[in-house]
């Protein structure tokens, strides 16, 4: 397998209906007029475009699988993400054009410094875990825009499958952001590229569904979602979430963790042309995204509170996401109370208001905690440390207790054939729109 050096060109209107306006007037948006004075129409204009643009090239590829005559399926799909494309025979063009992406090396990829990077992720210790299972995955789901798609499959509404959705994106996040896990053969690249595909085939059943509403929502899995993703709830919200726990990254290690979400985010599928190219590039992007997204509503509720139930009832994995000593007198209903207490730490008032979370003396714990938590982390990077042990210490954990068989590798993320099929069906029981005339 030889990277190539051109970079490979994206489209992305792949099945997308004649007569919708322009991304910038379709209903999902808020604050239009706000947005173009405060951010220029040209980068408003650029970057809402992309609410009706998408990944064709994952999606020419699973095309290829759904065609019979083509010989390529899930299987060949696998066999080229752990070999290369070259072990297959006579490849169809979706897919050799799928993999002419993957294979390509951006000359701003910096092998080093995206180890740097996941190293840094976690060196920040017991407050990650949390973080990632109530700030970055549950509150992700206040998005009202993101959590759409999502609605389709009922894998978010049915509590029998909340957990299985929430394990699936603990291994993704950590294989991806393991030091390492990014290069080519690596179990972080394999899961990314996987879940690319999964958004594949949920874009192909929603396009079909007579209840995906296309001149509010625009295009399923879009671009403008899926790089705000990156650069936002594993780039900014994360970064803000960690800081206002009193813990503080250095810029290098903040340069080098958004050079990591970087090209997470180019292998599953985001166009360069709109991709964070570092902090304050993804800053600038995220607080747009903020802008210019609905309030949450009563689905992003729903899915955000059976989230963070199900996760502290059923830790994904078991994995206990709370120190020790805080651990031991924990209840259910305490741990339920104190993760709600530190939503409203780390995500904004707005936010916490529109999720209709109940202000109660828990959302004091962390502030109160706040300054020995800072104490820590100065005293830490004064004395002898080794970040990259502890984050290792840390990955020991999650993956002993989410990890899948060698013989079931296949099953560590869903299988994108029946999430599409689920989306397809409407599973999650989500209106038919109403057709004009």
């Not at 991304?23 to 007029?33: A, K, M, S, T, V």
């Not at 705000?228 to 919200?237: E, L, W």
Request: glycine share 8%; charged share 25%.
């Amino acid at each position: 397998m030889t990277a190539t050096t051109e970079t490979p060109r994206r489209e992305g209107s792949l099945d997308v209906p004649e007569g919708l306006p322009r991304g910038i007037d379709l209903g999902r948006i808020n604050n239009r007029d706000k947005a173009i004075a405060m951010y220029g129409r040209e980068f408003a204009e650029k970057l809402t475009d992309h609410a009706l643009l998408a990944d064709d090239a994952a999606y020419r590829a699973m095309l290829d699988f759904r065609d019979k005559s083509t010989g390529a399926n899930w299987r060949t799909f696998d066999i080229a993400l752990e070999h290369g494309i070259d072990a297959l025979d006579n490849p169809p063009a979706g897919m050799v054009e799928l993999f002419r992406q993957l294979d390509h090396i951006p000359d701003w990829v910096d092998f080093d410094q995206l180890y740097r990077g996941a190293v840094a992720f976690w060196r920040a210790g017991p407050i990650v875990p949390p973080i990632l299972a109530w700030a970055t995955i549950a509150g992700g789901f206040s998005m009202y825009s993101a959590t759409r798609p999502v609605l389709f499959s009922g894998r978010m509404r049915k509590a029998d499958h909340v957990g299985t959705r929430l394990v699936e994106s603990f291994r993704y996040v950590v294989a991806a952001y393991t030091p390492g896990g990014m290069g080519r053969f690596e179990e972080g690249f394999r899961l990314t590229a996987k879940v690319r595909m999964i958004h594949a085939a949920v874009r192909h059943g929603l396009s079909r569904s007579d209840a995906w509403d296309w001149a509010n929502w625009g295009i399923p899995i879009n671009n403008l979602d899926g790089m705000v993703t990156q650069a936002g709830q594993f780039g900014v919200k994360f970064i803000d979430a960690v800081h206002s726990s009193g813990i503080r990254f250095t810029d290098r290690e903040i340069d080098d963790i958004f050079a990591l979400s970087r090209y997470v985010g180019w292998v599953i599928g985001v166009p360069e042309d709109i991709l964070h190219t570092g902090y304050d590039d993804a800053r600038k992007k995220t607080d747009f995204h903020t802008l210019v997204e609905q309030p949450a509503d009563d689905l992003c509720r729903d899915v955000v509170h059976s989230v963070i139930k199900f996760s502290v009832e059923n830790p994904p994995g078991d994995v206990e996401v709370l120190p020790a000593p805080v651990a031991k007198f924990m209840t259910t209903d305490r741990r339920l109370k104190l993760a709600y207490g530190m939503l409203s730490t780390w995500l904004p008032s707005s936010v916490i208001k529109d999720l209709h979370v109940e202000p109660t003396p828990w959302r004091f714990v962390l502030p109160a905690v706040k300054p020995l938590l800072t104490l820590s982390n100065r005293v830490g990077r004064i004395l002898p440390h080794d970040d990259e042990a502890a984050t290792f210490r840390i990955l020991k954990q999650f993956n002993a207790a989410i990890a899948v068989p060698e013989s079931e590798k296949a099953k560590a993320v869903a299988n994108p054939e029946e999430v599409g099929a689920d989306a397809a069906a409407n599973k999650g029981g989500m209106p038919v729109v109403a057709k004009a005339g």
